[in-house]
């Protein structure tokens, strides 16, 4: 079946650091991929998403790029702030059938001042 | 979380007790879906839903039911509140494009303890 692994947290930077949260996947078919953002006591946030390969989704000063080839969505963002603080949640979907998103287990980043 | 109600936000519930979860979008998709939301496990998906009227399990479905009379509502009931049901619940809705994949988007979560 589908599954999503991320790099365990937490991570912890400084404020304008370069942050990468690595995610890889397994999938049968072509699915789509995503990043979700939670921040404390709060609901998922779509974060940007990419659905075919080489697409590079952006959004907030964050980027991942879908790669086929290594199977990989890796969450970056040249200068992490503080409001940054949240948990990052990879995720992907096959888009048909049940079209259910399968998650990562989350990873942690506390972005200090 | 644009379109997509949950309530209540807390509950808590002794073990035994029945109670649903109300969920409501109001973006007329075809697709829902509940997770739940474990420490350390991410989010994983309890029941979904392609239509009204059509209903079907996911990863953890045991101890819960949905029924999806509208396109609007999907309601998650529990039927004989247990421990491990202490978690946080999430709706979503989602619609496809072709060429663009899945859009979903997410409920502000319902957070359960059951004691």
């Known amino acids: 079946g589908d599954s999503v692994t991320q790099m365990e947290g937490p991570v912890t930077l400084s404020e304008e650091a370069f942050l990468t949260i690595n995610c890889t996947y397994t999938?049968?078919?072509?699915?789509?991929l995503f990043w979700y953002v939670q921040y404390p006591g709060e609901g998922l946030q779509l974060l940007l998403k990419?659905?075919?390969?080489?697409d590079k989704g952006s959004n907030k000063g964050f980027e991942a790029t879908y790669r086929k080839e290594t199977t990989s969505f890796h969450l970056e963002k040249g200068s992490v702030q503080v409001s940054d603080s949240a948990v990052y949640f990879c995720a992907l979907s096959e888009g048909t059938g049940r079209r259910a998103l399968t998650f990562g287990s989350g990873t942690r980043l506390q972005v200090q001042p | 979380n644009a379109g997509v109600t949950q309530t209540p936000k807390f509950q808590v519930l002794k073990t035994g007790q029945s109670m649903t979860l109300q969920c409501a979008q109001d973006m007329n998709h075809e697709y829902m879906s509940w997770y739940r939301q474990d420490p350390g496990m991410g989010l994983r998906l309890i029941h979904y839903s392609v239509g009204a009227g059509i209903t079907d399990q996911g990863e953890v479905p045991n101890g819960y039911n949905v029924s999806r009379s509208t396109t609007e509502d999907f309601p998650l009931r529990l039927l004989s509140a247990a421990p491990s049901q202490t978690s946080v619940y999430f709706c979503a809705s989602s619609y496809s494009v072709r060429g663009q994949g899945n859009t979903i988007y997410f409920g502000e979560g319902s957070w359960l303890t059951v004691v």
């Open positions: 990419a659905t075919k390969a080489d």
């Open positions: 999938a049968t078919g072509y699915p789509s």
